[in-house]
Structures are given as C-alpha cells and as structure tokens.
C-alpha cells in the first residue's frame, strides 16, 4: 500500500525557517517525481515544487524561490522542504504528492499524504 | 504562467442528477488535465487523469473529456458521498497550476 505521511509542520514567526518532511512507503520511492502541494486555510490548492527522481532537477513556484528548497533521500524514502524567511502568506497545510513515474517533469498527483499544517505567525 | 478558471464555483443537485463542471486554460494544454475531489478536512484525490482516463478504484459514474482549453468533468448520477470540492490541474507545464475549486452539494 502506498503511503505518504508528513511531518514536521508547526507555528513559526515570520522571517523564521521550518523543515517539512514526507516519509514515503509502499512503492520504490526512486521511481518518482515528487511534489509539495499546499492550501491555506479556506483557499484553493496551489502547487510549490517538485523534484526529479535522482534530484538533479527542482522546479518551484515563483512566490517560494529563493526561500524554500526540495530536497530527497532515496535511501531512506524521504522528501523535505526547506522553508526560510517565511511569510504570513506561505501559511497552509502543505501535502506530499506523488508525481511523474517517467521523464515528464509532471504527469498527475495519484497519491497524497494527510498534509501537515505549518502556521506563520507571531 | 496557464491560468486555469473552473465554472460554476459552486452548484446544489438532486441525487441522480448529471452534473458537469467545467475547467478552461488560459491557452493551451493538449490533453494534460487533471480532476481532483477533496472532501473536508482530507487530502484531495486523483479522479481522471490526461482528460479522461479514469484513475483505479474510482466509480464510472465519473468521466472526463475534452482537449486543447476546453474540459468537462461530469458526474452522471450524483450520489451522497460526491458531495466535495473538485479541481481542475493542469500538467502541461512548470508551475503546475490548479482551477479554483467547484463546491458541489446536494441539493
């Protein structure tokens, strides 16, 4: 079974930095994209960044470049994000996805995990 | 960046009835358009992907079709358990970008 469980959300001040982290099972981990989807509170999903499967490539959404960082350990089916300076706005709950198996830098989001919520705040 | 507009933002059935939402891009996207359901308080879930395959272990009552900037997502006969916020991605290209949610409901 294919599971993805976050952690490592919390509150933090503004301009402050939090590590998130994705523990991935039930699959071979190194097969695949990775992504970081988040959705504040009331709001609409918004895609963050994703990561190739051996993690020489990153791609990110404008509003987090240069604050936040994907990273991944194969070795231990791990996914992270990095997050600095962080902002009221980067407030949400921010999910684990499954992403491409191929080439493609992205194909569809089949599994998600149960989200962890990080809260930008002082 | 491909800005995706989802219409109605929301909308209130019958059980039974055929309901369809629709997600157009701001140019276009081929055939690289995704549907999701989330349900309060959950993670959203992978419906139909590349416009109209259906993902494993979702019920037929749910299709997708369309191509270029036009796509349809129908539900041809809600039930109960539908009751969610669906959205539209499109996977075309870099950012990944989402429609704005259409909440459906029983009427």
């Known amino acids: 079974e294919v599971q993805l469980v976050e952690s490592g959300g919390g509150l933090v001040q503004p301009g402050g930095s939090l590590r998130i982290y994705c523990a991935a099972s039930g699959f071979t981990f190194s097969d695949y994209w990775m992504s970081w989807v988040r959705q504040a509170p009331g709001k609409g999903l918004e895609w963050v960044a994703n990561i190739r499967q051996d993690g020489s490539e990153k791609y990110y959404v404008d509003s987090v470049k240069g604050r936040f960082t994907i990273s991944r350990d194969n070795a231990k089916n791990s996914l992270f994000l990095q997050m600095n300076s962080l902002r009221g706005e980067d407030t949400a709950v921010y999910y684990c996805?499954?992403?491409?198996?191929?080439?493609?830098?992205?194909?569809?989001?089949?599994?998600w995990g149960q989200g962890t919520l990080v809260t930008v705040s002082s | 960046d491909i800005q995706m507009t989802q219409s109605p933002s929301s909308l209130s059935a019958s059980v039974g009835d055929r309901v369809t939402i629709t997600c157009r891009a701001s140019?276009?996207?081929?055939?690289?358009l995704n549907w999701y359901q989330q349900k309060p308080g959950k993670a959203p879930k992978l419906l139909i992907y590349a416009a109209s395959s259906l993902q494993s272990g979702v019920p037929s009552r749910f299709s997708g079709s369309g191509s270029g900037t036009d796509f349809t997502l129908t539900i041809s006969s809600l039930q109960p358990e539908d009751v969610a916020t669906y959205y539209c991605?499109?996977?075309?290209?870099?950012?990944?970008?989402f429609g704005q949610g259409t909440k459906v409901e029983i009427k």
């Open positions: 140019q276009s996207i081929s055939s690289s």
């Open positions: 991605q499109q996977s075309y290209s870099t950012p990944q970008t």
């Open positions: 996805a499954r992403d491409s198996l191929g080439a493609a830098v992205s194909d569809y989001f089949d599994y």
